[in-house]
């Protein structure tokens, strides 16, 4: 170390020589020394430190820690302490070399060299001629990301033409550094925009606008970037970002409405999850007057639904008879009178609902007369006496107009609704003069800040962003809110015992759409989901239809009771003794971990270059995968191969179908609900040591909170099957067909119950589900072929001995015994009852064994899906002789 430390005199080359060899022995504070050292020996400090950076090598390798780089940050401490030493005493001709010679060293070192050189030698100052030739310069050698850099430090955005510099840009998939570049000049931010939108039709040609900069080289990946679906999505977020008229983007519009238009069909007429009032109000305000949507619109009523409603928004359009689709015109002549316009509901509605829905749905326990509408400020009184009770318990809920077409992604507030025991309150905010009134305002202020009253809500980060877009005022004087429990927090962590391999706790799957966010809650603590029919309501619209009323006081108050059933039992559902624990605990923990990550800046920052030093002599983790890109080879041959059991995902919620396709391979996945942060995958990664998949924006957010090599990013446009196939190879997973539906599509679970033929149609007959055949009596028995079948007590072998005409096919999984099912409620440990309603009575002739998922209680059986599964990932399979001669028949289901 003492050699290190010998004086080199004024000599450039031989200090550059010596810290070299000092940089690449990691003696980094013996650097610092005697670069310290050799600044105050050099006759002129400015022009030695030019001498030294100009032959560091490594500077072009972009690193953000080289020796250059290095070298720069000792030479700022030093300056602190030489305050002499500026350009200010250095001859006008020396200077301008000086800061040209600083200038050429942007061209191709990193851009942490930018801002230190541009403060050290003033290249703020230089003669405009002179940035403009270099930022062209750097523009001809492809260096778009460096010259946009310079051109914001150096406030040279208006002289440089704007869309030579950020398209480019664009294209290299770098459009946030193009929103800073436009960001606070007005004109150019409505040129970004514009140019945009003007790429969101069906005629842009990507190939076209890439001759236009020959010499740029793009990924696949970075070209998918650039289609209409993506950029309308920036579009609107730029728009709303910089305040840009939606008039300016009518592309970008007309796709959003389009696709507004397009999912309102599924959701009327395939999902079925949208009255015929919400359907008509949202169809009417989406298509306006736009008369390539009109026609769209009635494409797809002849698509969807039927030729008489079609001609029936044709004639209340006055559409073309030349645009109209085959059919309608013919429709439209035999039309009587009666049935030319658009058929409206009228009919009075009842609070009591039918028998059947109240056998489906949750119903709200307390009458019309406990519901009070408020849309007076002398009605407030009653509501504010039963709500801030201290020690009270009040279910929070909002409601808000969906926003369709919307350019806006924060809609006002339009029902407040709070339920305490035996009463709910809704509070109408679209009454003139009743959301600003001092009194509702003083209300709300005191209701979320009294931290005596229990608020219990279900995804309260939307409704209270709602709250600030009604109440500005909150923004300025932000809102203390104080005892909020939100039942997400709680459903994450029964969700998350759910998926948990020593219990899986059942998740009841009924008919109908799969539900989802507070439902499936409800459904799970109180056994019946709720009637989301009037979710998606214009509840801007006065008066509220009934249904509409009933709907928002059972949206609230379904809380209460769910929050008094998990009080009752919570170790039942995996919580603990004190819900209200759960989000302080979560907020602790937020803010240790907050404190954590400041302090290990503070110390990285302390440590500067010796903690980089200790760092280099670590080895670093071994990364599982880097970021999935289309032009990734085959297998990766770096990872040993590995069962599918060994990998274990958590799917953003963008990719559910990649997650469904890798649970029918076999693999351990955790898939994100639609309206889950996508953070929790964060969470989930780092408590179960799981890898992330995701794509789009969140990974970049997503990478940064866990280890090198958890997060994944896979391209949006591939289709699921594709991505599929490329996790398994990049992981060189070597899935065999007994993986092949080894784990449950629905919840996951790895473990199965055996059910014979002939102990299946008992079930079935004593439940009540074979009641014809029972009158068959053993006529229908006699088609049943007897099964020599191992005691289902111990299935544990993975192999089946069956009789002719039984499934070869045995899956790679856990097998639980008979005696795990309840005789009684026909319920595994985990709480999942057997779902026989789902088996077609006539399977049971055809098929001999039936797989019954301990999880959910879902029944599967040995059918077609098999053999599509292994023809889809046939290139991926692991088949061997001995797994060719037990692959499973090709029967049909």
């Not at 109440?471 to 029964?494: N, Y």
């Not at 609230?556 to 819900?579: E, K, N």
């Not at 196939?725 to 992981?731: Q, Y």
Request: net charge neutral; charged share 25%; hydrophobic share 35%.
């Amino acid at each position: 170390m003492s050699q290190a430390l010998q004086p080199v005199g004024a000599d450039p080359t031989a200090l550059r020589q010596q810290l070299f060899d000092l940089w690449t022995r990691k003696e980094l504070e013996a650097l610092r020394a005697v670069a310290s050292k050799c600044f105050s020996d050099f006759q002129c400090p400015l022009e030695g430190l030019l001498c030294v950076l100009e032959g560091c090598p490594g500077r072009q390798k972009g690193k953000a820690h080289t020796m250059g780089h290095s070298i720069l940050m000792e030479f700022e401490n030093w300056r602190r302490t030489n305050t002499k030493v500026t350009l200010q005493g250095v001859p006008e001709a020396c200077k301008l070399g000086l800061q040209r010679r600083a200038l050429s060293l942007l061209t191709d070192a990193q851009p942490t060299y930018m801002g230190p050189l541009i403060n050290i030698y003033q290249l703020q100052t230089l003669d405009r001629s002179i940035l403009r030739l270099h930022i062209i310069r750097l523009q001809s050698l492809n260096c778009y990301r460096e010259a946009a850099l310079l051109s914001m430090k150096l406030e040279f955005q208006n002289e440089v033409d704007m869309e030579e510099m950020c398209v480019p840009l664009i294209l290299q998939d770098k459009l946030p550094i193009a929103e800073s570049y436009v960001s606070g000049h007005p004109e150019m931010e409505e040129h970004l925009v514009t140019l945009l939108d003007s790429w969101c039709t069906l005629y842009f040609s990507i190939e076209q606008l890439c001759r236009r900069f020959p010499r740029l080289s793009l990924s696949k990946h970075q070209k998918d970037q650039i289609q209409p679906k993506m950029l309308s999505k920036q579009v609107f977020r730029l728009m709303e970002k910089f305040s840009i008229k939606p008039g300016l983007c009518p592309n970008a519009v007309y796709k959003r409405r389009s696709d507004s238009l397009r999912f309102l069909m599924y959701k009327r007429f395939v999902e079925k999850g949208m009255s015929e009032e919400n359907w008509l109000d949202h169809v009417q305000s989406t298509v306006a007057d736009d008369p390539e949507l009109q026609i769209q619109l009635v494409e797809m009523l002849v698509k969807y639904d039927s030729l008489v409603r079609a001609a029936q928004w044709s004639i209340r359009y006055g559409l073309s008879n030349d645009r109209l689709p085959f059919g309608v015109r013919d429709t439209i002549g035999s039309l009587p009178p009666s049935l030319r316009k658009v058929a409206k509901s009228s009919s009075a509605e009842s609070w009591d609902t039918p028998q059947a829905h109240c056998d489906r749905f949750y119903q709200l326990p307390i009458t019309r007369e406990h519901v009070h509408f408020l849309e007076m400020p002398e009605e407030l009184e009653r509501c504010r006496k039963a709500v801030l009770q201290p020690g009270s318990v009040v279910g929070v809920d909002m409601e808000w107009r969906a926003g369709f077409g919307a350019v806006s992604s924060q809609q006002q507030v339009s029902l407040i609704q709070l339920a305490v025991l035996g009463q709910v309150f809704l509070l109408d905010l679209c009454a003139p003069g009743f959301s600003q009134h001092v009194d509702m305002v003083d209300f709300i202020t005191r209701f979320f800040t009294d931290p005596t009253v229990l608020k219990l809500g279900y995804g309260m980060s939307g409704d209270l962003r709602g709250l600030l877009a009604t109440w500005p005022q909150f923004s300025k004087e932000p809102l203390k809110i104080e005892g909020l429990l939100d039942l997400l927090t709680l459903h994450q962590k029964i969700q998350r015992s759910t998926s948990s391999r020593c219990g899986p706790r059942g998740v009841l799957v009924g008919e109908g759409p799969v539900e989802r966010g507070l439902s499936l809650l409800v459904q799970q603590v109180l056994g019946r989901p709720l009637d989301k029919m009037e979710q998606l309501s214009n509840w801007e619209r006065r008066p509220l239809r009934t249904s509409q009323l009933r709907y928002a006081a059972v949206d609230a108050y379904c809380l209460l009771d769910v929050y008094s059933a998990l009080a009752q039992d919570p170790a039942c559902f995996g919580l603990p003794p004190d819900l209200r624990s759960i989000s302080a605990l979560q907020a602790e923990k937020s803010r240790e971990e907050k404190m954590k990550k400041g302090e290990r800046r503070k110390q990285t920052k302390h440590q500067g270059y010796q903690g980089r030093q200790e760092d280099s002599k670590t080895p670093a983790p071994t990364p599982i995968l880097g970021p999935v890109k289309s032009s990734d080879p085959g297998v990766n041959s770096q990872c040993p191969p590995v069962s599918p059991q060994q990998l274990r995902v958590v799917c953003d919620n963008m990719l559910q179908g990649l997650g469904r396709y890798l649970r029918c391979l076999g693999v351990d996945v955790l898939m994100l609900e639609n309206n889950d942060d996508h953070r929790l995958a964060a969470q989930l990664a780092q408590e179960e040591g799981r890898v992330i998949l995701t794509c789009g924006q969140p990974y970049q957010t997503l990478k940064s909170q866990v280890g090198e090599g958890r997060c994944i990013a896979l391209d949006c446009s591939e289709k699921a099957r594709d991505q599929a196939v490329r996790v398994l190879r990049h992981f060189n997973v070597r899935p065999t067909q007994s993986d092949i539906f080894s784990r449950c599509q629905v919840c996951n679970s790895d473990q199965y119950l055996k059910l014979s033929r002939e102990d299946m149609t008992r079930l079935l007959m004593e439940r009540g589900f074979l009641q014809n055949h029972q009158q068959d009596g053993e006529n229908w028995e006699e088609e049943l072929d007897p099964l020599t079948l191992p005691a289902l007590s111990t299935p544990q072998s993975p192999t089946l001995f069956l009789a002719p005409g039984a499934p070869r096919y045995s899956p790679h999984c856990r097998w639980a015994p008979l005696s795990d099912l309840d005789p009684e409620s026909l319920a595994f440990p985990g709480g999942a009852v057997i779902q026989l309603q789902t088996v077609p009575s006539g399977l049971l002739p055809r098929i001999p064994i039936f797989f019954i998922c301990t999880g959910c209680g879902k029944v599967f059986w040995e059918g077609s899906h098999f053999s599509k599964v292994v023809s889809q990932f046939q290139e991926v399979l692991c088949i061997t002789p001995d797994t060719e001669d037990t692959s499973p028949s090709s029967k049909q289901a």
